[in-house]
């Protein structure tokens, strides 16, 4: 049987997805695609802006407003969208915030290249890495695998088609050109979505926001700290971005203010040491705004407030699958975060979150292709909905639904297991305890960066470059 399966998105778990599919030498036809114009995802860094968004942000699923409509014919040539069809949240510092190899895959090791703000920050022996270093390594792996990826097109669109000649997937896909949008369908077999949790920001609801004369920004919209320079600064959220969003603007912003409703679950990995800083102002949740003046739930209120900066996360948004429930910030009839319980022909690589990123990719990977080559047997549609059923009983209805870090062995050895070892493909290795012992040390390592420098600010690069000189340190 000739199997063509298609792999959407061009970032770490697109790309591992491809490597497996190709290694599992089953199919006919294999090809990724990406909507910009080189691959490796949300590592693609661009010093501009992206555009407003409207206000508030919080609605999950599988809208996409700001999807072009779709032609009544194929293949067609529309007028050149004016819309973007992705926005990066890369700034020009970002580095890691897991060590190295604990990110990579088992068949490819992330270059030793230090920046010199994490020499600056960590020291000689830093265990991250600059994201230019990320795309790079990214790219890399996808040497020989050009023909199979066809980058600038957007799939609009992902139908399942049941037929009496055999069921399918037909993909709208939009590929942006000079000379206008050209569009066309195409069928195939499986559906693999590697689209990435990143896109759609969460802003919530806050009466007044959107008269709110200021700066207002998610860190999806962040490039650089000297945006704050003298200015009162809100940073809303209670989780990692928001934990880095206050370290950035606190030694430039003439008062940084932090708003959490709660504290977030992922403090309970990495700490709160940014948050606790002595300069930092905590409120509660923001609970109105009129004005420059915010009001907060603890009774409190700040005048004069220049920005409201959100590291609030996002909203899990897979535009072009509007039949699929995204609600509650998780997959939902998905097994294993992976298969689609009631279309095994449907799988997802990379929503999970809890840490071992992009590591868990492989594994998801790897299961994803046995599985569509038939070489491993799933449970009954029973008991994956059972396995469904007792995590929700176990963690609840919401997004920590897809946080793996309460039992890392035991997500990665089901995967093996499920998996299994027949055919020619990518060969799983057993679960290493200490890719957690690395992760846990490289959030002790930040949080110790944050504790030295609570009274002074580090000396730090005065502007990190986008790209590594060929002077930066490999040690």
């Known amino acids: 049987m000739s199997i063509k399966v298609a792999i959407v998105g061009g970032g770490p778990a697109g790309i591992a997805a491809l490597d497996a599919m190709v290694h599992e030498q089953a199919f006919a036809d294999v090809t990724l695609f990406d909507c910009k114009p080189e691959v490796s995802g949300t590592w693609v860094y661009n010093s501009e802006t992206p555009p407003p968004y409207t206000v508030p942000s919080t609605r999950a699923g599988s809208d996409a407003p700001s999807s072009p409509s779709l032609p009544t014919r194929f293949p067609a040539t529309t007028p050149a969208s004016a819309a973007p069809d992705h926005i990066n949240s890369t700034y020009a510092s970002l580095e890691t915030n897991v060590e190295a190899d604990v990110m990579e895959f088992t068949y490819s090791r992330i270059p030793t290249v230090r920046s010199a703000l994490t020499l600056a920050k960590y020291g000689a022996d830093s265990p991250f890495r600059h994201h230019s270093v990320i795309r790079s390594w990214l790219q890399s792996l996808t040497k020989g695998y050009e023909h199979l990826i066809q980058l600038n097109t957007t799939v609009e669109l992902a139908e399942w088609r049941q037929h009496t000649s055999g069921d399918h997937w037909v993909l709208t896909l939009r590929r942006r050109a000079p000379d206008g949008d050209h569009w066309r369908q195409e069928r195939f077999d499986k559906l693999l979505v590697a689209s990435g949790k990143y896109i759609k920001p969460y802003v919530p609801q806050v009466p007044g926001l959107g008269s709110f004369p200021g700066l207002l920004q ?22 990692i971005s928001a934990m880095d969003l206050v370290y950035d603007v606190l030694f430039v912003a003439s008062k940084t203010l932090s708003s959490r409703t709660r504290d977030g679950h992922q403090v309970e990995i990495v700490g709160s040491a940014a948050f606790d800083h002595p300069k930092v102002d905590k409120r509660g949740r923001i609970e109105r705004i009129e004005g420059s003046t915010v009001y907060f739930d603890d009774g409190s209120l700040e005048e004069g407030v220049d920005c409201i900066l959100y590291g609030t996360g ?4 897979v535009p072009f699958l509007p039949n699929e429930d995204y609600s509650h910030g998780r997959l939902h009839r998905v097994y294993q975060h992976v298969i689609s319980i009631d279309n095994p022909s449907l799988a997802y690589v990379g929503f999970v979150a809890g840490g071992l990123t992009f590591k868990v990719f492989e594994w998801q990977a790897v299961f994803a292709a046995r599985v569509f080559a038939g070489r491993a047997a799933l449970p009954s549609k029973t008991a994956m909905e059972q396995w469904e059923h007792q995590r929700l009983q176990k ?22 297991s499920l998996a299994g070892t027949e055919g020619p493909g990518r060969q799983l290795p057993p679960y290493n305890d200490e890719w957690r012992v690395k992760l846990m040390r490289g959030h002790q390592r930040k949080r110790d960066f944050f504790e030295r420098h609570y009274h002074t600010p580090p000396a730090l690069p005065a502007q990190p470059s986008t790209e590594l000189s060929s002077r930066a340190a490999r040690l």
Do not use: A, C, M, P
């Open 218 to 239: 998610h860190s999806q919209q962040f490039r650089s700290s000297e945006t704050y320079r003298g200015k009162k600064v809100v940073v809303v959220g209670g989780s």
């Open 395 to 416: 963690i609840g209805n919401n997004d920590r639904f897809n946080y793996i870090n309460d039992d890392f062995e035991g997500y990665f050895e089901g995967l093996r």
């Open 314 to 317: 996002y909203l899990l948004s």
